[in-house]
């Protein structure tokens, strides 16, 4: 994702200065291909850079690169802007915030809603959280990657959203996959099936995205299962705190879980199908 | 639902001879409107008619227009075209068959999924089941009636292919009210969120049709919660049979019992909200 999105922002004629990845390889690949730096430390990437972009995998490694220590974004970071792109949890995004404030540095979440595709091409969906003016600042480069750059409130309202957004997409997915499932199982033609979805009250983003290859167990993967299970439940997480039961999206977790389980979690999303039709010989333990 | 779409067969120039309802003043006044008969029992109907339109609410009233009895619709049925437009078990469909066939009549499954206005202007989405005969006789009726008319198989394909379809819409209901429930617990702006949902992941037919009903609190009902749960119920009943464990559609079903228990059965099935949000003061006990 981040390797698509800096080629992405190189072809639009902005200066890259480096690029890093824990994989030391793919950052030095990609930094022969844009003709950048490969630093080997995060300080580095920092004094080279104005605006750093983090696409990272999970709340723990937003603790990880904006540590407090000696290896961390952070070191000599003031006058930068850090834009988060990675889907972790609201508190990960204020927590980056409050340190960065801290180092003389600013921050933006830019949640994106679409995928590898979408980032080279600079047709992203973007979802901004933070401060009106690290968001202007941003707005240039933001505008190359995203076909749509919507700012939706302070730092941490993106992250919010984002998982309301796939939890409900999440769910979605759980419910094509029972009604294809259901349909296969009564002997039904799914071509026949998706075009009658389509057209009736069933339709919906992930039957365009995701029903034909729920059909074919075309699993190729754009939005790990794994990645499904973690944002259903970080919204979950949400919702128990403010006592909101939602038992439509616990259903779902609790199938993505089962991927996950099985060593299906790097299959996409779609591949629910395969833990929901009952000939598809995929035995999971619940 | 039946008197619209008597309306439109005879602006489209076919002639009404006869309608029939349990409430006798409701047939009559349609009759005066329509300038037929209203007669008081099945048979008559059937005397009066080639081609018979049955829209009644479940099995149980499918068991008694088509019963063995003398107040049977099959009276005197030889030659008779009977169109089921229900949404009732595939087996009711299959039993009004096979009676049917042996009092020398025909039947047509022709489930709907649309609404009222629909069925006044003529553009129902039709999907129909039972023998080729029985369809080719149907069409030039169920023309004028639906925008789309689509042979889906024999008796009972239809109705369970329009379970499936409800099923499925009635999970991805269930799942907006939960995302617009818990954007809304967490203080966000619902018309955002529900433009956010639209051009991403999350967007779906009922995010259209249910999404700003259930932020404005409008339940009026085109699709009641009543038949959700009846539709998700008979779809569940359908999976039990294939022995295939549906999750989501199982929590959906138990949202819309609740409102059933609850007193909300009436209401549209967006208003799952009701029950979904948590500071929509409705109490109730599961």
Chains 1, 2 share one sequence.
Do not use: W
Not at 38 to 51: G, Q
Not at 263 to 278: C, N, P, R, W, Y
């Amino acid at each position: 994702m981040g390797a698509n999105m800096a080629r992405r922002l190189k072809d639009c004629g902005f200066r890259m200065t480096a690029v890093y990845d824990v994989e030391r390889r793919r950052a030095m690949a990609l930094a022969r291909e844009l003709g950048c730096e490969a630093p080997r430390s995060l300080p580095k990437v920092t004094e080279l850079a104005d605006v750093i972009f983090t696409v990272v995998s999970d709340d723990a490694a937003m603790e990880e690169i904006f540590g407090r220590g000696e290896k961390s974004l952070l070191v000599g970071a003031e006058g930068r802007l850090f834009i988060n792109c990675a889907t972790v949890s609201p508190d990960a995004q204020s927590m980056a915030e409050d340190r960065a404030l801290a180092a003389g540095a600013a921050t933006l979440e830019a949640c994106m809603a679409s995928s590898l595709t979408q980032a080279r091409d600079g047709s992203l969906y973007l979802m901004c959280g933070g401060p009106e003016e690290a968001m202007e600042r941003a707005r240039p480069l933001l505008e190359q990657l995203g076909k749509i750059v919507r700012h939706v409130g302070g730092t941490g309202e993106a992250a919010r959203l984002k998982l309301v957004v796939n939890m409900v997409m999440n769910a979605n997915t759980a419910a094509l996959a029972e009604g294809l499932g259901l349909a296969a199982a009564l002997g039904m033609n799914l071509t026949m099936v998706r075009e009658v979805f389509a057209e009736t009250g069933a339709a919906s983003r992930v039957l365009q995205t995701d029903g034909e290859d729920m059909q074919n167990r075309e699993h190729e993967c754009y939005f790990s299962a794994a990645h499904a299970a973690k944002d259903s439940g970080l919204a979950l997480r949400l919702a128990r705190r403010v006592r909101l039961e939602l038992p439509v999206a616990t259903a779902t977790k609790r199938q993505y879980d089962r991927m996950v389980k099985g060593g299906l979690g790097q299959l996409d999303k779609s591949g629910i199908a395969e833990v929901t039709f009952h000939d598809r010989g995929v035995v999971l333990h619940r």
